[in-house]
């Protein structure tokens, strides 16, 4: 009877690190290998509803009829409808299925974290604070040796050699000699994106003696990575969120429903201010860095492509289908063709072009909604939070498509991770939120 009551407690304290483990290592192999992202969206959110069930919670309250649900969802449901006028309807079924999918799994997990224990909690976060950190200890490694890691692995694994050598310098033999830094740009997001929650794990659950070296530590570790790096729209991000987190410390209202009427703002402003810098002709200052001269091209001409179809859009994921179809002039002196390129390197303008009117006013109402239920939140996650999603908002302004999977999926693990930076017990004080129905 004894023994097999011990082996019962064996097992359940085998379970408890079941989702510690997931935390640490999402941030570090994600860091390493970004398009993994998928993965640990969906084994935190199995492991995570799974424990949430054991411990006698409803499978229905996990899916809850909020704002923020209700808003998702539409979205989702529109983004389905789209698929219809697709380009390649095939292709926008599946990145619909996929947005389904991930909204599912976002809100369930959301509200399944919250049910945890406190010292599965404390347990989770500290090792999502380590993950964060050995994965930006890895990028910096990188950047400062020339990718050495990438290029073995890219030598060693043929799986893992890209399908374009653009910025790839291979040898006689074959070899991979030398990589652009850029290659490693959607590492350096999956960095930016985990930081502020990371130090907001350091800053309320980390034991006081060391908690100002290891804040320290970690945004110097990834601030080097970012900066270091050619990912642009990351700098950008790490600029405006470091204000963000700065303003939100003291005006913690004000500045989140800032940020939610800024997100709204995006849409209504993108197109204009498109039009205003083409015709202003950045495009062809010399002093400009040429990608952002090559985005003034192409959000321009997009831009202008929004205006035949304003209402409904192009369809889902169809940029890029009707990019390949096309011939496109390059006038003298552009540093880019007139084209849409394979997306708008612009989450605004793209959601513009592809859903219309109608997707920009489901995704602005989204992404506000989400914004504001950072309001919910403990007082002392509120500015960490906000600095969060000022990141996502720069790397989404100019940065990647939308419909990228590791993107979207790395935006479903930013909020897992704000999550049990906000549930997890404080050093200083236990202060676990309710879950609101």
Request: charge should be positive; glycine fraction near 6%; aromatic fraction near 12%.
């Amino acid at each position: 009877m004894s023994l097999s009551v011990g082996l019962a407690s064996v097992r359940a304290d085998k379970r408890l690190f079941i989702l510690p483990a997931l935390f640490f290592l999402s941030p570090f192999v994600t860091a390493a290998v970004p398009r993994l992202t998928w993965l640990f969206v969906a084994s935190i959110a199995i492991a995570a509803g799974v424990r949430a069930w054991r411990q006698g919670v409803a499978w229905r309250s996990l899916v809850p009829l909020d704002a923020v649900s209700i808003a998702a969802v539409l979205a989702a449901a529109y983004v389905s409808v789209s698929a219809l006028w697709a380009a390649d309807s095939g292709a926008g079924l599946a990145k619909a299925a996929l947005l389904w999918g991930l909204v599912l799994l976002t809100i369930a997990a959301s509200r399944a974290i919250a049910t945890l224990d406190e010292r599965q909690l404390r347990l989770a976060a500290l090792g999502f604070a380590a993950g964060v950190a050995l994965g930006a200890i890895y990028v910096l490694f990188e950047m400062l040796s020339g990718a050495a890691i990438t290029r073995w692995a890219m030598n060693a694994i043929p799986a893992f050699r890209p399908d374009k050598f653009k910025h790839i310098e291979l040898s006689r033999m074959g070899l991979v000699k030398k990589i652009s830094l850029s290659e490693l740009n959607q590492n350096v997001t999956i960095v930016m994106l985990s930081l502020w929650p990371a130090l907001s794990v350091l800053a309320l659950v980390a034991n006081r003696p060391r908690r100002t070296l290891l804040l320290t530590l970690l945004f110097v570790i990834t601030a080097l990575a970012v900066l270091l790096s050619e990912h642009q729209s990351s700098q950008i991000a790490l600029v405006l969120s470091l204000p963000t987190f700065l303003l939100a410390w003291k005006w913690r209202t004000a500045v989140i429903r800032t940020l939610a009427a800024l997100w709204c703002l995006a849409f209504a402003l993108v197109l204009p201010v498109d039009f205003a810098a083409y015709n202003a002709g950045w495009h062809m200052v010399p002093w400009l860095p040429n990608s952002a001269r090559a985005r003034i091209i192409l959000w321009e001409y997009t831009a202008e492509h929004v205006l035949e179809q304003p209402w409904l859009g192009i369809g889902v994921d169809s940029t890029h289908s009707l990019n390949r179809r096309g011939q496109f002039d390059q006038p003298q002196g552009f540093i880019f063709p007139r084209s849409s390129g394979e997306h708008a390197h612009d989450v605004f303008l793209q959601i513009w072009y592809e859903l219309g009117v109608v997707g920009a006013i489901l995704l602005a109402l989204a992404g506000a909604t989400i914004a504001l239920r950072m309001l919910r939140l403990p007082q002392d996650i509120q500015p960490f939070a906000a600095a969060s999603f000022a990141a996502f908002f720069g790397i989404a302004a100019f940065a990647w498509s939308m419909w990228q999977a590791w993107f979207m999926c790395a935006i479903g693990l930013l909020i897992f991770y704000v999550c049990i930076a906000a549930y997890a017990p404080r050093e200083h004080a236990i202060r676990k939120p309710a879950i609101t129905h």
